[in-house]
């Protein structure tokens, strides 16, 4: 089965490594210029899954949560990788004055944690991942 259909069906991940192993894997598949929407709240796992996605891309750098810098642009292998935190935003009419734009320089990949604050905003073909934990270090993911 495919990773995008694998996560169609729902994985259950038992570390945070396994997430991040999961996440670069389909990150390969993405077709350019794509946008990632991660659903779930806190400690799901959002973050690690972007950073397993980065490695994936064949970024680099150690990807951290953008929260206080609200989003942080990597340059992979091929692409480029916008990891938006929307938290902190009250709506999508905040999105302009980010200039996100100017780096959504194709191809791109955008992966955006706290979707839901922003979702007007967001492409019509964006793809929907949510997260949750089952128990303990058992996370879900499924896309949709
Ligand atoms: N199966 C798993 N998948 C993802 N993260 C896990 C898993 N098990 C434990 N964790 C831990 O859960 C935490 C998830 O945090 P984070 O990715 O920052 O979540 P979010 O960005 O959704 O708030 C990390 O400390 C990670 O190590
Ligand atoms: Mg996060």
Redesign the pocket.
Known sequence: MSISARLRAGVT????A??RALAAEFAATLPRDTTLALH?D???????FVQGFAEGLGVHEHVT?PTFAIYSVYRGAGRTLVHLDAYRLENEHQIEALLLDEFLVSPWVLAV?WPEKIAPWLPSDTQHLT?SIEDG???RLRLH
């Open positions: 991940t038992t570390s945070a396994e997430t779930g806190m400690g799901v796992g959002k973050t690690t949560s944690e997260l270090d058992r996370h």
